[in-house]
């Protein structure tokens, strides 16, 4: 079965740096869609970097120049280096993952079907 585990969350003042790490097993990790989303407080799930099977990649305008996302399909990991957080940033982030189908790669989360447990970012000001 899909399994998804997400590390790499904590605490760090505004302008710092966090990577993301999500270790995925029971499928075939190079074939599939992957992406991250968060979600704060009292505010709907949000798309935030998605990247495609051929590598194609997608980011929510807020992160965009400041979040790289990643994957090594070696090690079935998917990847969120954050640089210049800001407080707004704050949420628990999730990884998720489906089959592509077609182009370009979704960055709803009503298009992913497999889901992490999520970790915490904290960005102080």
């Known amino acids: 079965q899909v399994q998804l585990v997400e590390s790499g969350g904590g605490s760090v003042q505004a302008g710092g740096s966090l990577r993301l790490s999500c270790a995925a097993s029971?499928?075939?990790?190079?074939?599939?869609?992957l992406a991250w989303f968060r979600q704060a407080p009292g505010k709907e799930r949000e798309g935030v970097a998605a990247?495609?099977?051929?590598?194609?990649?997608r980011y929510a305008d807020s992160v965009k120049g400041r979040f790289t996302i990643s994957k090594d399909n070696a090690k079935s990991t998917l990847y969120l280096q954050m640089n210049s957080l800001k407080p707004e940033d704050t949420a628990m982030y999730y990884c998720?993952?489906?089959?592509?189908?077609?182009?370009?790669?979704?960055?709803?989360?009503?298009?992913?079907?497999?889901w992490g447990q999520g970790t915490q970012v904290t960005v102080s000001s």
């Open positions: 998720a993952t489906r089959l592509c189908i077609g182009s370009p790669v979704p960055l709803m989360s009503s298009d992913y079907h497999y």
């Open positions: 029971g499928y075939t990790f190079s074939i599939y869609c």
């Open positions: 990247i495609g099977s051929a590598g194609a990649i």
